[in-house]
Structures are given as structure tokens and as C-alpha cells.
């Protein structure tokens, strides 16, 4: 049996499709894992859609801000010049098609590229968020998430290679 991809080793992937200059949102679960594997060279713009823009990987311990966290309320760091701004104002940013690209979790991808978000099992609740109005906004959409088999067997959709 294949090993299945790890959340981290899809996260690194995703951000390998990012180029300097880019504003780029990341969404909930394995997205906001992409901020871990970007370089300080990458002059890329992190965006979150609770109010961060600017922000980095997940802070070491000397450098922990309860307050500053991502998509999925994992703490994170803010590069010089990364701001807090409220959530419409994230908004904004969104709907004005400032976005590069929005990498986005999802729970279902049908084989037309619908996809569906808006139930979170882990927190017990369920809402669209923001996702349909970033998917809308960006010039470009990255989805991660799981599969199973039955999911890859079923649609059009391969797995890559390991």
C-alpha cells in the first residue's frame, strides 16, 4: 500500500508554486502549514482572512504572540511592516482582487473543481467563511486537502507520484 502525502509535504509543495511579490491568502487546516516553508527571499505577502497580513511561520518560543494567530488560531509571527487590520478590511483586500493566489482548505472536491468547505469536524461547527468569496477573488485557486482511495478511484483526479 502507498503511503498517503503528510500534510506538511503538501504544504511544502504548495508553497513551491509561489514566486516573489505575490499576495497570497491562506486558509484553514494544511494551508497555513505553507508559511513554514517560505524563505525570507520569497518577498511574499502573507494574508489571512481574520485580519493578518504580512505574517510569517509559527513563532519558537521567544518569540510567541498569543494574540497573533492564522486561519486555524495557530500563532504566528509578523515579518517588518506585516499589520493586524480588521476583518473587513481583510475583506477588502479580498474582493478587490488584490489576491495572487488563495490556497484553501476543503472538505470535498467534486471532479468539476466544486468544492465544499462548510463543515469544520474538528471544531463541531459548520459555516462557508470566507472561502467563497476568496475562491471568487483570487486569480488563482490551490486546494489541499486528504483523499481517500475511493475519492481518487472515483473521479478523474490522480494521485501524484510519491
Not at 485557486?141 to 483523499?147: D, N, P
Amino acid at each position: 500500500m502507498k503511503e498517503r502525502l503528510t500534510r506538511e509535504l503538501m504544504a511544502l509543495r504548495a508553497a513551491c508554486e509561489l514566486t516573489s511579490g505575490q499576495v497570497v491568502n491562506l486558509g484553514f487546516g494544511i494551508p497555513t502549514l505553507v508559511s513554514n516553508y517560505l524563505t525570507d527571499c520569497m518577498d511574499i505577502t502573507l494574508h489571512s482572512e481574520n485580519g493578518l497580513l504580512g505574517f510569517g511561520p509559527e513563532p519558537d518560543d521567544e518569540t510567541f504572540e498569543p494574540d497573533l494567530v492564522n486561519a486555524s488560531g495557530v500563532p504566528v509571527t509578523l515579518f517588518p511592516g506585516g499589520v493586524a487590520i480588521s476583518h473587513i478590511d481583510a475583506f477588502g483586500i479580498v474582493r478587490s482582487g488584490k489576491l495572487d493566489i488563495a490556497i484553501l482548505g476543503a472538505m470535498q472536491v467534486s471532479e468539476a473543481g466544486d468544492f465544499s468547505n462548510w463543515l469544520l469536524p474538528s471544531k463541531g461547527v459548520g459555516s462557508p467563511g470566507g472561502a467563497i468569496d476568496i475562491a471568487h477573488g483570487t486569480k488563482r485557486l490551490i486546494v489541499l486537502m486528504e483523499a481517500t482511495a475511493f475519492l481518487l478511484q472515483r473521479s478523474s483526479l490522480s494521485a501524484p507520484p510519491l
